[in-house]
């Protein structure tokens, strides 16, 4: 387990662009589960020596953890917040088949590892975990399999229930066809998850960033897929299990995941402080979305007050 000051690894040029307050200072390291498996992570600093809180994040589906520099450049300083994301298993740059997965479970142990290892380095101060769609889903399953071990979570359009308004004939021949490699050869990567960035993204820098990141992935096994839909049926179940602090955020378009879905599952949530922040005309993906706004203000008041 090390970690490394992250100057040896690049930032995607794209990405770069896309930074509007470019002032957080990635570092990596390498943390190695139970079972010896690297999974990689990167963590940011506040410049006080002694951070007020620790965020972790779990990224979307297919992604890795380079995006939320955006994140850090807007909370990390402002806040005076570590925060520490991982690479998933089969993902980024951590070790594991890439586009497979036999038990989504081990992405939410893998996460509790993560977590107890930043706990040894920073105990005593207040854990909010943070998850962007599919995150949503690991972060939501860890919280109702460990319900006292966080202060607190941020949810960016979390992937509680997905949005089948836009399902057609050529998705049903894909489902048949996918079954049928399922039965055969579950773990094959053959459903393409690249492609249909538009879909969820609205920034155009965004868009090709999305698709040129060779560290995102290109396709994925049909099992991968019928583990994440099983595992966000648990976690819209899961409300009633969350009585920390939360805040999400949701855009109103987004094309993903439902909306009316993320309505049920915030009225389901037992915590006495909670909040839906609904974006009108954004998409899926909030930050870098045009009709964000005060996404970041909102956010930095909740943690400053929490």
Sequence with gaps: MSSNEDSSIQIHPLLQKLRTNPIAKPQ???????????LFYRFFEPQTKDPQKVIIGCHGMAGD???????????????????YIMDYRGHGRSGGRKGDI???????????????????????????????SMGGIVSINYIAQNPTEMDGMIEFAPAVKFNLGSFSIKDLFKVIGGLFVYLFSPGARVIYVKGNEALGIRNKIHQQYDWENPYHLEKVSVRYLFQLNKYSKKAYKAADKIKIPIIIFQGSEDKAVSVEGVRSFFEKIQSEDK?????????????TDPAAGNLWDKLRDWLKNH
């Design 275 to 287: 909040e839906l922040v609904l974006i009108p005309k954004a998409y899926h993906v909030l930050f």
């Design 102 to 132: 036999k038990k989504f479970q081990y992405y939410i142990d893998d996460l509790k590892e993560f977590i107890d290892f930043i706990k040894q380095k920073h105990p005593g101060i207040s854990y909010y975990l943070m998850g962007e």
């Design 65 to 83: 953890g380079e995006y939320f520099i955006l994140f850090a450049d807007q909370i990390v300083a402002q806040t005076g917040s570590m925060f």
């Design 28 to 38: 990596h390291g390498y943390f190695e589960n139970s079972g010896g498996l690297k």
